[in-house]
């Protein structure tokens, strides 16, 4: 199976989580547990929520991290928030607005999950191989954060 294949398949996936159930909070846990069981460069997957000004860590696979609040003016969340696009290191160590969570992460993507109007959170992938996001992870992030804020229920974000 092509690259593009398997990311088209678990699109389709992803999208037959939120029609199956609509306790959205939920389905952001399926959604990471489906990146991370089927992506093996993808070593920690997690969600961030926007709250009260701070992204709130949801839901996540991999090793805990201490950084369960990020502050927008902090770390390459804080900056994929803030600008509202897609942000990615292929050397973790070359850029010191990088939050260190474990020392084994090499590279890292960071997609903000939005509507035109508002910011609810981002995705947070690390891996342990130094440029593991290419072009095509960014194209499939981007389609997943998509449909994660497509689905997300018409309720305030101050209530999440
Ligand atoms: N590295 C992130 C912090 C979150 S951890 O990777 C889980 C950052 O720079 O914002």
New binding site residues.
């Given amino acids: 199976m092509t690259l593009q294949n398997k990311y088209s398949t678990m699109l389709s996936r992803i999208k037959e989580i939120f029609a199956g159930s609509h306790i959205w909070r939920y389905n952001l846990s399926e959604v990471v547990y489906e990146m991370k069981s089927n992506i093996p460069k993808y070593d920690?997957v997690?969600i961030y929520l926007f709250k009260d000004d701070v992204l709130v860590?949801e839901t996540?696979l991999?090793k805990p991290?201490e950084?369960t609040r990020?502050p927008l003016d902090?770390?390459?969340?804080?900056?994929a928030a803030r600008e509202r696009t897609t942000q990615i290191l292929d050397d973790?160590s070359k850029d010191d607005?990088?939050?260190?969570?474990?020392l084994h992460?090499r590279s890292?993507i960071?997609v903000p999950i939005c509507t035109k109007e508002k910011l609810i959170g981002v995705l947070?992938i690390?891996s342990n191989t130094k440029a593991a996001f290419l072009e095509a992870d960014k194209q499939f992030l981007e389609e997943v954060a998509a449909i994660i804020a497509k689905s997300h229920p018409k309720i305030s974000i101050s209530t999440l």
Wanted: net charge negative.
């Fill in positions: 920690w997690g860590l996540y991999g991290t950084h990020i902090k770390g390459l969340c804080g900056l973790v607005r990088y939050i260190t969570c474990d992460v890292e960071v947070d690390d």
